[in-house]
């Protein structure tokens, strides 16, 4: 059984209204909100001293944003399970979360007794997205994620280079390899992502997912 008072949570978010009614909302049904930040880098600070059970943030906020606080905060071995609430509902920032490995992941117009619902099931180590998201498109998602694993780690560098819309002279030039071993690289990077190998195609993908990319 899950004692909500036992339940310690930090907020963030950058809207004043947002985090007031957030925090009322919390407390008036008995969460121990022990801090609440503005700016991203409030949040960190505030995640890696109290270290929370659960922090809910935005991730739009100034300094640094919730996706690099909760990347910054796993980095140092911090327990707290993480829950972001977004007005996003493009890919790009679905496959982000993924990749992050983020507990949870709802929208601002969720109700509250769905945040109830997630941070029951974050507790439980569960995964949880708002039910707004399409199940397909959170199962294509997971998919994409999977085959980017399966990189190897110059594979890793070579994307996230391409990504950055560089030529393949130009990112031979960056990592002092040859233009064929770039093109051979860019072969097998196709092949384990399952792209077809038409014009500009990769440079598409990587800009698709660019900012999941940046994680790698």
Same mark, same amino acid.
């Given at each position: 059984?899950?004692?909500?008072?036992?339940?310690?949570?930090?907020?963030?978010?950058?809207?004043?209204?947002?985090?007031?009614?957030?925090?009322?909302?919390?407390?008036?049904?008995?969460?121990?909100?022990?801090?609440?930040?503005?700016?991203?880098?409030?949040?960190?600070?505030?995640?890696?001293?109290?270290?929370?059970?659960?922090?809910?943030?935005?991730?739009?906020?100034?300094?640094?944003?919730?996706?690099?606080?909760? &990347?910054?905060?796993?980095?140092?071995?911090?327990?707290?399970?993480?829950?972001?609430?977004?007005?996003?509902?493009?890919?790009?920032?679905?496959?982000?979360?993924?990749?992050?490995?983020?507990?949870?992941?709802?929208? &601002?117009?969720?109700?509250?007794?769905?945040? +109830?619902?997630?941070?029951?099931?974050?507790?439980?180590? +569960?995964?949880?997205?708002?039910?707004?998201?399409?199940?397909?498109?959170?199962?294509?998602?997971? +998919?994409?994620?999977?085959?980017?694993?399966?990189?190897?780690?110059?594979?890793? *560098?070579?994307?996230?280079?391409?990504?950055?819309?560089?030529?393949?002279?130009?990112?031979?030039?960056?990592?002092?390899?040859?233009? #064929?071993?770039? +093109?051979?690289? #860019?072969?097998?990077?196709?092949?384990?992502?399952?792209?077809?190998?038409?014009?500009?195609?990769?440079?598409?993908?990587?800009? *698709?997912? #660019?900012?999941?990319?940046?994680?790698?």
């Amino acid at each position: 059984m899950i004692i909500k008072n036992d339940i310690s949570l930090v907020i963030a978010d950058d809207h004043p209204m947002i985090l007031k009614g957030l925090k009322e909302e919390l407390v008036e049904n008995n969460y121990n909100v022990v801090g609440e930040a503005n700016n991203g880098m409030q949040a960190l600070e505030l995640i890696l001293t109290l270290q929370p059970t659960i922090a809910l943030l935005d991730i739009d906020m100034p300094v640094l944003t919730g996706f690099e606080v909760i &990347k910054m905060a796993k980095e140092k071995g911090i327990s707290t399970k993480f829950i972001v609430l977004s007005f996003h509902k493009e890919t790009e920032y679905i496959s982000q979360a993924k990749a992050l490995q983020i507990n949870g992941y709802l929208l &601002k117009e969720d109700s509250f007794s769905e945040i +109830e619902n997630c941070i029951k099931n974050v507790l439980n180590d +569960e995964i949880c997205f708002s039910p707004s998201f399409e199940a397909s498109s959170l199962k294509s998602v997971s +998919e994409e994620i999977k085959r980017i694993k399966l990189l190897t780690p110059s594979e890793k *560098t070579i994307l996230k280079l391409v990504a950055q819309q560089m030529s393949s002279n130009q990112i031979a030039e960056t990592l002092f390899i040859s233009p #064929r071993t770039v +093109e051979k690289h #860019r072969s097998n990077i196709l092949g384990k992502l399952e792209i077809n190998n038409s014009v500009n195609s990769l440079i598409n993908w990587a800009f *698709t997912y #660019r900012k999941t990319i940046k994680e790698l």
